[in-house]
């Protein structure tokens, strides 16, 4: 699945990105590591892997958009 990301804070190496619908679905650290990435900015393209649906959607793995 594409979002774009919306926020990161490098300490905590957490964020959000919003989904194509507008949405905001937060990340933690494990799965900002998962995708391999050092920084990420607002509104980069990312591809995301998530588990769950609804109010229980969790993102399991950021990592940036590559065509």
Known sequence: MQATAFTYDSETRSGQVLLDDGT???????????????????????????????SALRITLVTLQTF
Do not use: C, H, K
């Open 24 to 54: 905001p679905v937060p990340f933690d650290a494990e799965a900002f590591d998962a995708g391999g990435l050092r920084l990420l900015r607002p509104g980069q393209r990312v591809r995301i892997e998530t588990e769950g649906s609804g």
